[in-house]
């Protein structure tokens, strides 16, 4: 332990001087996957689930820090089964998923070494779900990408920030070089014992925002990662423009250049792949209450939105502490793969096109082939600012039908067969 610990503070040392991140071939190639895929599925799982509250319940509801901990006393996910979930999502049309390995509370839903406050040695259950994750990550052909928070309610050297005041913590042992060692040490393990990680997806920082003085020192902590995967994409859902040594950009709750959910207000749009993360109903993680959840159609048309606007979806699933997801999430994983079965082509591997979003609908590109997708039809005509390219062809996406075009001075005016219905109608259109 103490030869890890030394080789760890000597790498950080050698890094220190980190400036100007340039990223490697590997992370190129990892950013250009990301950006094919299109569509990831999130999971928020820990003991919280338990009690059916939500992943923020210790906060909310003010748990003792020591009281909460004894949940994990009684974690025991028996149904819990990683081909099902990861076929679910594969059968959804999901790439890729991000699972939260450590979230605000502090408990490791992996084996660690750094204490027994994880899901191998902390509860009856012994089984490390995130192996079992990885290995059907491996059989499917999804990629794994892993949640950590850079907050702990959990360890008393965490220096304190906005959050988790009130929860019993003592407020004299806060030791952040003690803190950044503990973090370092997992984040070796998650990118030494789980096999390839497509991006390490951090959250937090915002913790302690109003202290302009705290270094996290991520350019120390992102070098580590770079490092131990080359290929490893980096992510922190900061709500800012992006840091050096980041790989994605991530919008909470809304789609780029949106700012609904007021996480987004000061996120400037850079040029790093993006992506939207967004509950299927209101909580992130396991709610009793929460039967809100969103539509089929509603979520394929985000997912279709966040294409259009060159960005990925990630979309969260809270399982129930059995270690099942629930089954209002199975019926959208359903439908939605129903839908991506048929329409996949104009998803994935495509980007932004060259039509911007517009109040119908956006549009999405793939080499000389552009996709209009319809999502709320205006009339029968649809007018397309198109005049640096010329429309050699079009028609409809579904069962090819001939579609007219009419060259105007602004652009081209399709002439659609028939009136779009549907959570989304597709004109396919030829480019020269």
């Not at 820990?46 to 009690?51: A, H, P, R, V």
């Not at 919008?251 to 700012?259: A, I, K, R, S, T």
């Not at 969103?294 to 969260?316: F, P, W």
Request: hydrophobic share 35%; aromatic share 12%; proline share 4%.
């Amino acid at each position: 332990m103490k030869k890890i610990i030394l080789f760890l503070v000597s790498l950080l040392a050698c890094v220190n001087g980190f400036a100007q991140y340039q990223p490697s071939k590997e992370v190129l190639e990892s950013r250009k996957e990301f950006q094919d895929n299109k569509f990831g599925i999130f999971i928020h799982w820990g003991i919280y689930s338990m009690l059916g509250d939500g992943e923020w319940v210790q906060q909310v509801k003010n748990l003792n820090y020591k009281e909460y901990a004894h949940l994990a006393d009684g974690f025991y996910p028996s149904k819990f089964n990683a081909d099902e979930w990861v076929k679910a999502f594969k059968d959804a049309g999901a790439k890729y998923i991000t699972i939260t390995s450590r979230h605000h509370d502090g408990f490791s839903m992996f084996k660690t070494a750094t204490s027994d406050y994880n899901i191998v040695d902390g509860t009856p259950f012994h089984r490390d779900v995130l192996k079992e994750l990885a290995a059907a990550c491996k059989k499917y052909g999804i990629k794994l990408n892993v949640y950590y928070s850079h907050l702990d309610w959990h360890r008393s050297d965490y220096p304190l920030g906005s959050t988790g005041l009130n929860l019993g913590r003592p407020t004299d042992q806060q030791d952040f070089n003690s803190y950044f060692n503990f973090m370092s040490q997992q984040l070796t393990e998650l990118l030494t014992n789980y096999g390839p990680v497509g991006a390490i997806w951090f959250d937090g920082w915002w913790d302690h925002k109003a202290d302009k003085d705290f270094n996290w020192r991520l350019d120390e902590q992102y070098a580590l990662i770079h490092k131990l995967q080359p290929a490893c994409m980096i992510g922190n859902n900061h709500h800012l423009a992006p840091k050096p040594g980041e790989d994605i950009q991530m919008f909470e709750q809304d789609l780029p250049g949106q700012n609904s959910a007021g996480f987004s207000g000061k996120s400037v749009i850079g040029q790093l792949p993006l992506e939207t993360c967004l509950t299927m109903n209101k909580s992130w993680g396991y709610n009793i209450t929460d039967k809100n959840y969103k539509s089929v159609d509603y979520l394929i048309q985000k997912l279709v939105s966040a294409a259009g606007r060159n960005a990925n979806l990630l979309l969260n699933i809270g399982p129930r502490p059995d270690g099942q997801l629930p089954a209002e999430a199975m019926e959208r994983l359903k439908g939605m793969g129903e839908w991506m079965s048929k329409n996949g082509a104009t998803i994935y591997g495509t980007r932004g096109g060259i039509v911007a979003p517009h109040d119908w609908g956006v549009s999405t590109q793939k080499g000389n082939t552009l996709y209009i997708h319809i999502l709320e039809w205006k009339d029968k005509g649809l007018f397309l600012p198109i005049t640096d390219q010329k429309v050699i062809a079009a028609k409809m996406f579904a069962d090819n039908s001939k579609v007219g075009i009419v060259k105007t001075k602004g652009g081209v005016l399709l002439e659609l067969p028939y009136a779009p219905k549907g959570v989304d109608t597709i004109v396919e259109l030829t480019l020269k």
